[in-house]
Structure formats: C-alpha cells, structure tokens
C-alpha cells in the first residue's frame, strides 16, 4: 500500500502525494506527483515521461527523448509511443512501477 493513503487530507497533503520514481537512465529516483505527466530527473535532468504498455498494462517511465518505441520493461513487448501526448490521456505518475527499456533492448 502507498504510505500517502494512510495519511489524512490537509492544507499540508501536497508533500505526501509525492512518490519517488528511478530514472530510466540514471537510475536515481527523483519525486514526482501523483498527477503529472512528466518530470525532469533531479540528478541528470533528462525528462522522463510515461507510458502503459499495451500488452500486459504495466505502467513504466522512459525518456522522452524516445519518439518511436521502447521496450516493455516487465513483458518485454515492443510498444509505440504516441506522437502527441494529451494530458488527458497520458499516464500519470501514479501507478508506474518501474521503467521501459530501448527498442530494440540492447
Ligand atoms: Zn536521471
Ligand atoms: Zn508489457
């Protein structure tokens, strides 16, 4: 269970819906909201969004660098990045539980 749903609701939540997520290229974790989008690792600054994979639905982070596909870093799937990223239909930060890999995965 995530620590911040033990937690009751306050003038003072907004530092516990922060969960820390690992950097698909430093592997340092960084903290990002629950809704974003997006986030600039703290250590490297590479920006790292995020993705569902299509296959098995697991959420990962990956660099947005990447523009055609990346590898589902649980199934191993090769997965399409979307071109245009709405905010609405993006994955959000909450729920991602690990990070995608290159296609083709070196
Ligand atoms: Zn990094
Ligand atoms: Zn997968």
Known sequence: MRANLLQV???LADASVV?????PDCMMPSPVGD?????RCHSCFTEVVFESCGGCGFRQSIPSRWH???TCGKCGAKC?????RLYSTSTKA????GYGHTYPKF
Request: glycine share 8%; net charge positive.
């Open 19 to 23: 969960a820390y997520l690992t950097c």
């Open 9 to 11: 609701w306050g003038p």
């Open 94 to 97: 909450f729920g991602v539980q």
């Open 68 to 70: 055609t596909a990346y």
């Open 35 to 39: 809704d974003a989008i997006a986030y």
């Open 80 to 84: 399409l990045i979307p071109r245009r």
